[in-house]
């Protein structure tokens, strides 16, 4: 069976994100000043071949730790679609 996973990975919340107050500074210009915060990461789908839903998130969790994210810098979330 093949499953549809979403793999989110945002900056941690400690650290700068200079994308998102470049962002900021660019919605703020164009008179936007009520958005208070912007933080910039990256969707990534997968589309995953296994026996179950545990199974393909186990897969995209292993994908995650090893390639997608950088666990000093970033976070990452999955969902099964």
């Known amino acids: 069976?093949?499953?549809s996973v979403q793999v989110k990975v945002m900056p941690l919340k400690e650290l700068l994100d200079p994308q998102?107050?470049?962002?900021?500074g660019?919605?703020?210009?164009?008179?936007?000043q009520a958005i208070q915060d912007v933080r910039?990461?990256?969707?990534?789908?997968?589309q995953v071949?296994?026996?179950?839903?545990?199974?393909a998130k186990s897969i995209a969790e292993e994908?995650?730790?090893?390639l997608l994210a950088n666990p000093v810098m970033e976070q990452y979330e999955i969902n099964i679609n």
């Open 49 to 55: 071949e296994a026996a179950s839903a545990d199974e």
């Open 63 to 66: 994908a995650a730790k090893k």
């Open 40 to 46: 910039i990461g990256k969707n990534i789908t997968l």
């Open 1 to 3: 069976m093949t499953f």
């Open 20 to 24: 998102g107050k470049a962002v900021m």
């Open 26 to 32: 660019g919605l703020g210009n164009l008179g936007l």
